[in-house]
Each structure stands twice: as structure tokens, then as C-alpha cells.
């Protein structure tokens, strides 16, 4: 089956590297202890004879669709098959529906020892696998005819006008499935690729070099994921901006980050129009009618949200989700993250959770290293403190100019990135905070009028908090640690095994390192936004027995202001191109995870101009 986003226009050799590997290590049996390191386009040629695989062996039998990935993009294929990535495209849409009609299978389809030679036969969606070559191929349709079986394998959009009349990965996915049905006894000796779009069959000979070929990408793939070594992404390549996994390989970024020669082009994939829902009413109910979720209270229905529509649901206070409406937001990979009425992010609900271990290897490894940990809480500390300094100096309402606090912060950034410790480097974000922090009403708006509750602010204070402006902060760090939780989780990451902020029970440390820089860009500036655009008022509080809290009314207009802070869009600093900041969290997210993994040299922080 054909499920890949990228066009088959595009589709020409490019040149990748392998990083170098200790072949002494890896539980290939077939391999010999050295190898040369390819700098040209072609790939390994491994012509030692696989071995027999058994149900004991580590290595999982390999899909004809991953070879077809490896010659196509082998970086592409390590994603898909070693780190479990995917995501959907219009491309892959398109594929599945060329596809619906053999994805239905047919009768049974005789052994080979079974068919008569004057038998006309078809079958659909047929699976088989051989020990031998170690893999496994879903058949979309076979043809027999005078004793011979033909696969037939469905490809979306028209076919190319080249010489051999398909490209090399169809044709090589194609050969895997003669091969197995070959190991099966049936006589094969060339098979058919049908293009839906343009209705036409190309046949396709297994002849010695196609199979040559076919056993090339089979041992080059079993090599790269057995080897734990993600292949460098392709330079510049037309395959990237169509590719499904674009926005989780990254390729234009990681190439930047390590040669700023070629800028990278914009992100141009599929935009999400998918949005939290909040459900904080006392006693409501969240169930799941067709396609929609319904939120009731007191057993009537007050809201609906189509859950085509939804990425997240956020539950607030004594709110409960029936089962079968739980179980579908998990097959649908839609989290559910639960909250304290006042606002405490408790933790999230997700399905089996992302397959990538080997990040959350890597992320668990580096964990140990107090090295590692001081080096990446030493760029979290300096970008937060440069990201108050810009906040200061745009939302400034005194007269005079703040420079000399800027010029403090300043100082202070350049010192954590000199921190010898994290205790030391605690002491210079502490300092930065009580800077920051003593001047930060001087950006808040003044009503004036004496005998509402105001929204002055002295100092930071929490749990609880004392005053309006420190409820709002409180209430929108909580958010923002939710959000980053989500998205953690979502690229393969464990959210609570940080750097900076130390492991604790129930704390997302990562979330909460990640979200550092973040703090004053979104939770302050929303904060500030709320207070000065007049959007929550000095009524949206109750005051009791020391403590203050939103009410409500309140807590609705806060939460709008929230998510449409993250839906503005802004200019990346380092790569050029427009994002909001909910796709930016992700990329920063999966930044993170290739310097964990060892692709890029250090983590880039997002500071913004």
C-alpha cells in the first residue's frame, strides 16, 4: 500500500550520509564487522544471504511499504519505522481512498500448490510473509492467470512518462511482493502498478537488477535501524515540501541549525483548525453523540463540539467524561487534561502514549548527565531573562525609560550562561525575578478608581495568591504548563524528566523547563493583555479569608484571551518564516528532542526580537 504524502514527480536520487557506526555492536548475523562509509547517492550493497528469521529473533519483519520509505527517503523510513512517526496529509487521505476498495479482502486465495492452470482467480488484500527475507507485505491485489499470480499494487495520482515507467521505490515494494509470493511457491515473475488517477497499468519485470536493487534498500533499512543512528536529513530536496513528516523531520531546520548557507522554507503543512475544549461547570457531563461531544449539566445539553474540531479537552473542576466518550478521545489521540476548579493542572489522559523509545532513551540518559543538565538549563534561564527584558521594554507605561533594569537583566542573562552550577544559576534567575517582577507594575493599566478592587502589584506571591494580578499569573502559568505537557507528550517525550526544574511527584519537570522562556511571551503578556484591554475586571474576583480567585465569567474571558495568544502568529527569529505559537511549542518540542538525540549541537532557544 501506497500512504506516502510526497508527489512521484518529485521523486529523483539524492545524495545522504550515515553517521558512522560500531557494526561490532549491532545483532545483525549477516553483516561483517566493517563497512565503508557512502557518500554518493547510492546506497549500501549488502550481497552476504539473509539469514532464516524465527519467532526469537529482536529484529521485527519489515513491511514492503518501509523498504519502498528507505529508497525513496531513508530518513523517512527510520522515522516511520524506528521512531514510530506519522502524520496524515492530503496525500495520504487521497491514498487511502485509492485504496478502499482493496482494502476490503475478498474470499480466500488457494495455496500455490492449488491453482489449476486454466484458473482465473483474483484476491484482495491479502497479507503474507517469509522467514526467510525477514519481511511482510500486504498484498492489494493478486491476479492468476494460467498458472502464473501477478500482485497488483494501487498508487494514487497518474503514472511518470519515464523509461522504466515507475520510479525505483514502487518498483522495489513492488519486487518485495513478488518475492514473498515466490517463498509461498506461486510462480511470479513480474507484477503490475496501477495508477488510479490516470487508470493505467504498468507491468514491471523482476529481473536480476530490479531484485539486486530490492535486496540493497531490504539490507540498507535493517542496517539504519538496527544501528540506532537517524540518517542526516536530505539537503534542499523538492521530496521534503510534500512530505507528511516534514513538520516532525525537520530537515530545512536541522540543516540550518548546523549550516545557516541555505535558508529554510516555510513549514506547508496541513494547518489545524482544532481547539481545546473547556468544560468547567459544576456537576457536568461530557459524552460522546456521533461525531460530536456533548457537554450537559443536570442532564441537559448546553454546548457541542465536533470532534473533528477539537485537539484537547480540559477539564475544570467536578466535571466527569463517560467511558465509551473516553475511549474514543484515546483512539483519536485527543487528550484530556484535568484540572483543579481553580485552575491546578492535576495531569493528562492519553491513549497508549507515542512509541518513539528510543527519545525517551536518549531523554532519560542525558538526564544523568549533570553536564547536559546545566547546559540546557543555562540557555532556558538566559532566553526567559531576555524574553522579560523585550516585555519590559515594549509594555514600559512609565515615563521614564526602563534602561537601566534592561541593562541589569542583560547582565544577568550573559552571568547564567557563565553559571557554574544550577544552585548558582537559580541564585541569577532569582535575581532577574525580583527585577523583573518589582517593576512589573509599571506595565499594568490603572483604573483609577478608588473603591473597586485594583490591579496593583508589588510582589509575586502564590498559593494562593493575595492579589487580581497574581491570580491571573498563577492561573496562566497553570495553562501554560498544560499546554506544554500536551505537547511533550505528543512528540515522544516524558514530561516529567527534566533538567532544570529536579524530578518531583507529580511534577512535569520538562514541561516546566521547556515553558521557561515561554512565561513572560505568553502567561505575562496575556496577563497584561487581559488587565489593560479591560477584557477582566476588578468584579471578575472574589476575595476570601487572604486569598483571590477568579470567578467564573472571569475565568471564560481569561481562558479566550489565553488560546488567542497562542493562535497569533508571528516571525520565527532564526528560520525566517510565520508560525503561531501553537505550532511553534511543537517545533520547540522537536528541536529539543534532535538535540537529545545527538543531530544538532545545542538546544535553540526562542527569543524574540
Known sequence: MDKRSASTASRTPTPFMVDALHLSTLRIPFLKKQYIMQTEPTQFELPMPLPEFTSDDDMPLL???????????????????????????????????????????AKAFPEADGIEQDDVLHGRSITLSSSRFGLIVKLDLIEAEDGVVTPVDYKRGKRPHIAKGAYDPERVQLCVQGMVLQEHGYRCDEGILYFVAGRERVRVEFDEELRALTFNAVNGLRLIAAGGHIPQPLQDSPKCPRCSLVGICLPDEVNYLHNAAIEPRPLAVLRDEALPVYVQAYKGKIAKKAEQLEISVDDAVVQTARLLDTSQVVVMGNVYITTPCLQDLMKRDIPVSWHSFGGWFFGHTVGTGHKNVELRTAQYRASFEQHTCLAIARGLVRAKIQNCRTLLRRNWRDQDKPDELANQLKILADKAMRAGDL?????????????????????????????????????????PPTDPVNALLSYAYALLVRTWTVNITAVGLDAY?????????????????????????????????????????????????????????????????????????????????????????????????????????????????
Not at 521512531?83 to 482494502?103: F, L, N, Y
Open 63 to 105: 513491511p514492503a511499504r518501509m523498504v519502498n520509505e528507505y529508497q525513496y527517503c531513508p530518513r523517512l523510513a527510520y522515522l516511520e519505522w524506528v521512531q514510530s512517526e506519522w502524520a496524515a496529509s492530503a496525500d495520504t487521505v487521497e491514498g487511502d481512498h485509492a485504496h478502499r476498495r482493496v482494502d476490503l479482502p
Open 423 to 463: 544552585q548558582q544559576l537559580l541564585g541569577f534567575e532569582g535575581a532577574a525575578a525580583a527585577a523583573y517582577f518589582g517593576a512589573f507594575d509599571k506595565l499594568i493599566r490603572k483604573s483609577g478608581d478608588p473603591d473597586k478592587m485594583g490591579f496593583d502589584f508589588a510582589t509575586r506571591n502564590r498559593r
Open 497 to 609: 524528566r527534566g533538567y532544570y526544574h529536579q524530578p518531583r511527584y507529580g511534577r512535569p519537570a520538562l514541561a516546566l523547563d521547556l515553558m521557561e522562556p515561554f512565561r513572560p511571551l505568553i502567561a505575562d503578556s496575556v496577563v497584561l493583555q487581559a488587565i489593560n484591554n479591560g477584557e477582566v475586571q476588578s468584579s471578575d474576583f472574589i476575595s476570601s479569608a487572604g486569598s483571590v480567585a477568579l470567578t467564573d465569567a472571569g475565568r471564560k474571558r481569561f481562558i479566550a484571551a489565553f488560546e488567542r495568544r497562542l493562535s497569533q502568529e508571528i516571525t520565527h527569529p532564526l528560520f525566517g518564516y510565520k508560525v503561531d505559537y501553537r505550532r511553534l511549542f511543537e517545533i520547540q518540542a522537536r528541536l529539543f528532542g534532535r538535540y537529545l538525540l545527538g543531530e544538532l549541537p545545542e538546544y535553540p532557544n526562542f527569543t524574540t526580537r
